[in-house]
């Protein structure tokens, strides 16, 4: 539909609904020569005659109050719509739709979704935990409105909206030989039982590469696909390791966390479906994003 029938519509509508020209007129805040101007198009325009002119008055013919049925009814619901936009911006109803990997998905992000539903009451939320991959896939069939991945290869043509970059840490179980140290190195790990994370993981390449550069040889006897699970046994003394700051600070209070210098950094993308801009709501669990990783990390939106 074109601005210019959706003018005449309107003017078309207020006439029906007003009684008169001048009453339309002045509730569409037009003159009444503007007014008959739209309706006289809209009769051309459709090729149909919508009212009979006779003493200055017009009176509606049969086919323009069938007309006037349906038209009535699309501006009630334009009306509607308008309604919802402004209950959503000001109170934050709506639903949100977000696919994360576990290592982000398991605690962190259920922090910050659970703070978004308090700061936006009737917020109704998915929650799916997926690997990256399936994360893409969810993006692209438009089943998730937001996305928490590993770096992929290929991202395209997802849009990749932002950049969140943690560094590596160290978890120890309480009473370590190593956790009477204030930061930790990496040859400080020389000959300790050291418990991986998958062969499959690209953290696990970047921890296995920051120990070869240095030399450090390694008692590699426990393997894990789960960080939250290397922090577990860490925590119960199956050995030590080496994970992002986000997971580690769940265990906080039950294990020992050490700084690495020199350290790498772990990152995650935050990807949004083809050619989308950013949803509202998105948006303010971004801000909430923002705030969590204030001294453990950095986010950066990507332009």
């Given at each position: 539909?074109?601005?210019?029938?959706?003018?005449?519509?309107?003017?078309?509508?207020?006439?029906?609904?007003?009684?008169?020209?001048?009453?339309?007129?002045?509730?569409?805040?037009?003159?009444?020569?503007?007014?008959?101007?739209?309706?006289?198009?809209?009769?051309?325009?459709?090729?149909?005659?919508?009212?009979?002119?006779?003493?200055?008055?017009?009176?509606?013919?049969?086919?323009?109050?069938?007309?006037?049925?349906?038209?009535?009814?699309?501006?009630?619901?334009?009306?509607?719509?308008?309604?919802?936009?402004?209950?959503?911006?000001?109170?934050g109803h709506g639903e949100l739709s977000i696919a994360a990997l576990p290592i982000l998905g398991l605690s962190f992000l259920p922090r910050l979704v659970s703070?978004?539903?308090?700061?936006?009451?009737?917020?109704?939320?998915?929650?799916?935990?997926?690997?990256?991959?399936?994360?893409?896939?969810?993006?692209?069939?438009?089943?998730?409105?937001?996305?928490?991945?590993?770096?992929?290869?290929?991202?395209?043509?997802?849009?990749?909206?932002?950049?969140?970059?943690?560094?590596?840490?160290?978890?120890?179980?309480?009473?370590?030989?190593?956790?009477?140290?204030?930061?930790?190195?990496?040859?400080?790990?020389?000959?300790?039982?050291?418990?991986?994370?998958?062969?499959?993981?690209?953290?696990?390449?970047?921890?296995?590469?920051?120990?070869?550069?240095?030399?450090?040889?390694?008692?590699?006897?426990?393997?894990?696909?789960?960080?939250?699970?290397?922090?577990?046994?860490?925590?119960?003394?199956?050995?030590?390791?080496?994970?992002?700051?986000?997971?580690?600070?769940?265990?906080?209070?039950?294990?020992?966390?050490?700084?690495?210098?020199?350290?790498?950094?772990?990152?995650?993308?935050?990807?949004?479906?083809?050619?989308?801009?950013?949803?509202?709501?998105?948006?303010?669990?971004?801000?909430?994003?923002?705030?969590?990783?204030?001294?453990?990390?950095?986010?950066?939106?990507?332009?």
């Amino acid at each position: 539909m074109t601005p210019t029938r959706l003018r005449e519509l309107e003017a078309f509508d207020a006439v029906l609904r007003c009684g008169s020209v001048t009453r339309a007129a002045e509730t569409l805040g037009m003159s009444q020569p503007a007014v008959s101007k739209l309706l006289s198009s809209l009769e051309h325009g459709i090729g149909l005659r919508l009212f009979e002119r006779a003493r200055r008055r017009l009176a509606p013919t049969i086919e323009a109050l069938r007309l006037h049925e349906e038209v009535a009814r699309f501006f009630v619901g334009a009306r509607r719509i308008e309604e919802l936009v402004q209950e959503i911006r000001v109170s934050g109803h709506g639903e949100l739709s977000i696919a994360a990997l576990p290592i982000l998905g398991l605690s962190f992000l259920p922090r910050l979704v659970s703070q978004l539903r308090c700061a936006h009451p009737g917020l109704k939320i998915s929650f799916t935990l997926e690997s990256s991959r399936e994360v893409r896939e969810s993006l692209l069939n438009r089943t998730a409105d937001v996305g928490f991945v590993l770096p992929l290869p290929d991202q395209a043509p997802l849009r990749h909206g932002w950049t969140i970059r943690v560094p590596a840490v160290a978890v120890l179980a309480p009473g370590h030989r190593l956790a009477a140290r204030k930061s930790l190195n990496p040859a400080d790990f020389q000959g300790e039982s050291f418990i991986s994370l998958g062969r499959t993981y690209r953290m696990r390449h970047l921890v296995d590469a920051l120990f070869d550069s240095e030399n450090v040889i390694r008692v590699l006897d426990v393997e894990t696909q789960n960080a939250f699970a290397a922090c577990e046994l860490a925590v119960h003394g199956a050995g030590v390791t080496v994970v992002d700051a986000i997971t580690a600070r769940d265990f906080a209070d039950r294990a020992v966390i050490r700084p690495l210098a020199p350290t790498v950094p772990f990152q995650f993308n935050v990807l949004l479906p083809p050619s989308a801009a950013p949803p509202m709501l998105v948006v303010a669990l971004i801000v909430q994003l923002k705030k969590a990783l204030d001294g453990i990390g950095e986010i950066e939106e990507i332009q």
